[in-house]
């Protein structure tokens, strides 16, 4: 059966394995005993947080872009709008997978 221990931040899942307690500290160095990888999961989701409303930031302007491009009628600025929406999501539906292949290697 599963115990947990107030040691100083172990918690034991079973009576051999000891695992740390997550924590968002990233004031530590590797040299005291934190996994770097939590500081780069930190940034790496403060990137994300920031880069992905800055694409979809642009999309209430692709009609004007579509007019400006010859696009003459509203209606199919609207409907090349949505294709491009579509595109950047059906894009990323694809692509996922394959970079996150490549990350794990």
């Known amino acids: 059966m599963a115990r947990a221990a ?21 004031t530590t160095t590797a040299a005291e005993g934190a996994t770097p990888w939590r500081r780069n999961l930190l ?16 999309f209430p302007f692709f009609p004007l872009f ?18 491009s929406g579509w595109a950047l999501g059906f894009g990323s539906f694809l692509a996922s997978p394959i970079w996150g292949v490549v990350g794990d290697q």
């Open 6 to 26: 107030n040691d100083g931040g172990t918690c034991y899942t079973s009576r051999t394995q000891p695992y740390r307690k997550w924590s968002l500290d990233v």
């Open 66 to 83: 579509f007019q400006q491009l010859g696009v003459a009628e509203p209606e199919r600025a609207a409907f090349w709008t949505g294709v």
């Open 43 to 58: 940034v790496l989701w403060i990137a994300q947080a920031v880069s992905t409303p800055g694409f979809t930031f642009t």
